[in-house]
């Protein structure tokens, strides 16, 4: 059985996960709220067209599926209803995301224990819960259409966690970094010069590339598809060696795929009313990249966030003798991967270099130098 609703757009002021803390109170801009999320970042509401996936029926009906995208995370909000005349427990759902042209753009792993409703017990008969799933620095590249929810089961293979679903479960490439020690090192720095002062934005798009990745978590080939300046290109060589990814999977199984990784400065100045939630989609380069895919999946924008340096001067700051402020023209990397549906999915650390190491390509500046 189908269920269709009309998509829709709404702004709203909802966070953007615990994953930003250090990063917005670094800003000044967010503050917590009584259940633990970050408010103050706007972002913007997808109501979707949803479908039953195959045996999601007889026990589960979606009633409605949202899609919240701030400028680093994307949030999907299920809300599903007990079907049956008994009570249900803990249950997994896995969810496909598709843009207008039927192309796999984003998935999700949802779990009926976390929900808004802070509900943990068994569903009863007829009653509903609203479940969500946050993906850190994931978003989509392309604009959110139709999504299919499926039942899934939850298994493990020795001490791996696995789960099942009718259909098979796509986990994206990821972003990892090996850690940004203090005090900063420089090539976790990055100064942009005078290029900061002329823009009068909260967020602002440094470059993009692109890359492919083997089974093994290799870096095959890459190539820069758009950067605002040589500065920004020669510091992306610098920052090379200390990413690290580990490979796309279907049903868990190692895959080839691409990553897709959005350099973005964030909080040039506060956010302002009626300023742009800058979905990563919205990027002119990520558009570009869009009309050249072929086939049926989309690979989600890895965001790679930079915020203000900050340093420590003599002052009064709370009582005491030194104060913290942002270094005019410097942004830095905190090293902050990316997380697919967070909490729920814990995948296994990447157990080798990828980029920089013997099985990249060879040659100064490393692979993302290979094309302009």
Not at 180 to 202: C, K, N, Y
Request: include cysteine; aromatic fraction near 8%; charge should be neutral.
């Amino acid at each position: 059985m189908e269920f269709l609703a009309t998509a829709r757009h709404a702004r709203t002021s909802a966070g953007i996960g615990a994953f930003l803390v250090a990063f917005l109170a670094a800003s000044g801009l967010a503050q917590e709220s009584p259940r633990g999320r970050q408010i103050g970042i706007p972002a913007v509401q997808t109501e979707l067209e949803f479908e039953d996936g195959q045996g999601l029926g007889p026990n589960w009906m979606v009633q409605s599926a949202w899609l919240e995208q701030a400028f680093a995370s994307t949030r999907l909000r299920l809300r599903v209803e007990n079907a049956t005349n008994h009570y249900l427990n803990d249950s997994y759902f896995y969810a496909e995301i598709l843009d207008e042209r039927g192309r796999i753009c984003f998935t999700a792993l949802s779990r009926l224990r976390q929900n808004l409703e802070l509900e943990r017990g068994p569903l009863k008969p007829g009653g509903g819960r609203t479940l969500e799933s946050l993906s850190a620095n994931l978003a989509l590249a392309a604009a959110p259409h139709l999504i299919r929810v499926y039942p899934a089961r939850k298994g493990s293979v020795g001490s791996r966690e696995l789960f099942t679903a009718p259909v098979p479960i796509r986990i994206p490439v990821k972003t990892w970094a090996t850690g940004v020690p203090l005090p900063t090192p420089e090539w976790a720095r990055l100064e942009l010069g005078p290029m900061s002062d002329q823009i009068d934005q909260p967020v602002v798009d440094l470059a993009l590339m692109v890359a492919d990745v083997d089974s093994g978590g290799r870096l095959t080939g890459g190539r820069v598809l758009g950067t605002r300046s040589e500065r920004v290109r020669g510091w992306l060589e610098e920052l090379e060696p200390h990413l690290l990814f580990s490979p796309a999977t279907q049903n868990f199984v190692p895959q080839r795929g691409q990553v897709l990784i959005l350099v973005r400065a964030g909080l040039l100045r506060p956010f302002k009313e009626g300023d742009s939630v800058f979905n990563p989609e919205e990027s002119s380069w990520v558009k570009e990249f869009l009309a050249t895919v072929q086939g049926n999946e989309v690979p989600p924008v890895s965001v790679l966030l930079l915020s203000s340096c900050r340093e420590f001067r003599p002052g009064v700051a709370d009582g005491k003798a030194r104060m913290e402020v942002a270094i005019p023209d410097c942004f830095q990397y905190y090293a902050d991967g990316t997380d697919w549906s967070l909490e729920i999915w814990k995948p296994p650390f990447p157990t080798s270099r990828s980029i920089g190491s013997e099985t990249s390509i060879q040659g100064r500046g490393g692979p993302f130098r290979l094309a302009q």
